[in-house]
């Protein structure tokens, strides 16, 4: 079982990986389109610095008991993610890289006690301290892929793979409208309802298609696979 500094070590090593891969963009890069619908890569990357920003506030509540919101509102975040996308590359990457090592200091510095309080992220779900080094994970290794830079599921770590599987799941069967169960033929891992179809492929083929991303060349179900509900 994976504990919340192994998965702090994961979001600084693939935070240095997606930092490689966006050394050398320049500004029309950064304007040209994410793989996520109206948002360019400049989108992607403000949203990444000011994630890491609000999982910090979370953090600082799970150590001191103080209540503090992820983002002042749904409307200042959108605003917030709109005024940083059109900056130069420069000042992106800067961004990105300072926000990114406040988060990790921040993580790193929890005292252990703080690891099981409960502390309120977006949408209200309630969560222990120790979730939020996978947040952030999933942030960076799913917004990695959005960037469009070939940061395909076959280089997702499996360990984060696993880790977010069954979360990722938890509303399966409701999304797709049908009974469904997922089965990884790499690693064995199962997940969701019985009673109806299964649907196979690599572990990491399976988690990009339930988060949305893509439809991976190793799924295979009985007849169409099909079309999920927005996730989250």
């Known amino acids: 079982m994976a504990t919340p500094h192994d998965v702090i070590d994961l979001v600084d090593s693939r935070t240095r990986e997606l930092l490689l891969d966006l050394d050398g963009l320049d500004d029309s890069d950064m304007r040209a389109p994410s793989l996520l619908p109206g948002w360019t890569r400049g ?3 403000t949203h990444l610095a000011r994630n890491a920003d609000a ?3 979370l953090l600082t509540w799970a150590r001191t008991g103080e209540e503090t919101a992820m983002y002042a509102s749904p409307e200042q975040r959108a605003a917030d993610i709109e005024d940083g996308a059109s900056r130069t590359a420069e000042a992106l990457l800067d961004d990105l890289t300072e926000a990114s090592l406040r988060w990790v ?3 790193r510095g929890l005292p252990e006690e703080a690891w099981s309080s409960v502390v309120t992220a977006r ?3 309630r969560v222990p301290g120790s979730w939020l080094p996978v947040m952030r994970a999933t942030e960076v290794v799913l917004h990695h ?3 469009d830079l070939g940061y395909t599921p076959d280089r997702w770590p499996p360990g984060w793979v696993s880790l977010v599987m069954h979360d990722a799941c938890r509303d399966l069967s409701e ?3 049908e009974p469904l169960a997922l089965r990884a033929v790499d690693s064995g891992l199962g997940v969701g309802d019985g009673g109806g179809r299964t649907v196979s492929g690599t572990q990491a083929d399976l988690l990009a298609w339930v988060v949305r991303r893509v439809v991976g060349p ?3 179900t009985t007849g169409d696979l099909p079309e999920l509900a927005p996730w989250r």
């Open 43 to 45: 989108h992607v990357i």
């Open 55 to 57: 999982l910090v506030r």
């Open 105 to 107: 200091v921040a993580a």
């Open 123 to 125: 949408a209200g779900r």
């Open 145 to 147: 892929y959005d960037l």
């Open 175 to 177: 999304r797709a409208g």
């Open 218 to 220: 190793s799924l295979t």
